[in-house]
């Protein structure tokens, strides 16, 4: 039963949201999320009554406190058709970003991009994140308005709207009064990983249950791709000197195929907005996650044999446990080479 429960302790009150999905995460503190979680959960009218939804009504409601969601997420989001990856690669990086208009932009070597007008808010919002989800843009690192504009070669009106957005999402964060005009990467913690993970794990948990009851047909095509990019994934980390970007487009390209095929609209605005978040940790600390490829690709191979037999509990339980295992792997890297800097 969703519910939600005040516990007293030491004569304060720490509120406790209860979900029906998944069972490790059915008591999450509040006072356990980081800053940006905490921030986000304040800016409703009060904490939802879970008690009256079912599960995936209880999902969405829950995951839509965390991650903010701008009208350019979902309209992105609705209506997109669902197909499957011509491969692995280019399946996990098909949606980094849309097209720069005429030519592609780099903001490292100082080329601006073109840009069709109108587009200046979409592609100065990719173009940033993209960077700052693949570490070109470190945390901390300074983000001026009026340089990225320059660098875009659109107007500081556009840039606005696209740091505002980042900003809501988790990607930045700012000081002062004129809160973008001091506008620096957000820092990668131990305590936002997880909450982010977690996350990520009830999206994914639901799509691969409703994955799993897709005809069948339809659904061992699936899994047989899945089992392609896992074969891929497992021989990318046996290399002398693995490539860590490889690993992880192969990781979600097996993760996405899932989600394409299950998710509706609505989670995959969800998914859209929070997924890239969970792949910046990943792919910052990726250098040291290679060594736990074989664990990872051993849980992806549950996942697999759940969807082939169509088990739709055992498929969310496989990949909420894959997600799960993923935090605590990516929480002993953290706490072994450090966070970089704090909320």
């Known amino acids: 039963m969703d519910s939600l429960s005040d516990k007293g302790e030491g004569g304060e009150v720490q509120r406790t949201l209860r979900i029906g999905i998944p069972q490790w995460f059915t008591n999450l503190p509040l006072a356990s999320l980081s ?63 849309p097209a720069l208009g005429r030519r592609q932009g780099n903001l490292a070597n100082g080329l601006e991009p073109v840009i069709a007008r109108g587009e200046g808010t979409h592609t100065a919002y990719y173009e940033l994140r993209d960077r700052i989800v693949r570490g070109r843009l470190p945390p901390g690192a300074r983000l001026v308005e009026r340089e990225v504009a320059a660098r875009l070669g659109i107007s500081r009106t556009p840039v606005r709207a696209a740091l505002e957005r980042l900003r809501q999402e988790g990607f930045i964060v700012g000081t002062g009064s004129a809160i973008l005009t001091r506008a620096t990467v957000a820092p990668l913690t131990t305590e936002d990983a997880r909450a982010i993970y977690q996350i990520v794990a009830l999206i994914e948990g639901q ?76 792919r910052i600390y990726a250098s040291t996650l290679a060594n736990e490829v074989a664990t990872s690709a051993a849980e992806h191979d549950v996942i697999v044999t759940a969807l082939e037999a169509g088990d739709p509990d055992a498929a969310q339980r496989a990949v909420q446990i894959n997600w799960q295992n993923a935090a605590a792997r990516l929480a002993r890297v953290i706490s072994a080479v450090g966070e970089r800097g704090t909320w």
Do not use: W
């Open 35 to 97: 800053a940006r979680c905490r921030n986000t959960l304040a800016m409703g009218q009060g904490i939802l009554a879970l008690s009256h939804h079912d599960s995936v009504t209880a999902l969405l409601a829950l995951i839509a406190r965390y991650i903010p969601l701008m009208p350019q997420s979902l309209s992105a989001g609705s209506g997109k058709a669902a197909t499957s990856p011509a491969s692995a690669k280019a399946s996990a990086k098909a949606a980094t970003k």
């Open 207 to 282: 799509a691969a249950h409703e994955a799993a009851i897709r005809p069948r047909t339809t659904r061992l095509k699936m899994t047989r791709h899945m089992r392609d990019i896992n074969a891929q994934f497992r021989n990318a980390a046996l290399v002398r000197m693995p490539d860590a970007d490889e690993l992880l487009d192969l990781d979600d390209a097996f993760h996405n195929s899932y989600v394409h095929l299950g998710a509706g609209a609505r989670l995959r605005t969800l998914h859209d907005a929070v997924k890239p978040q969970a792949e910046r940790y990943g």
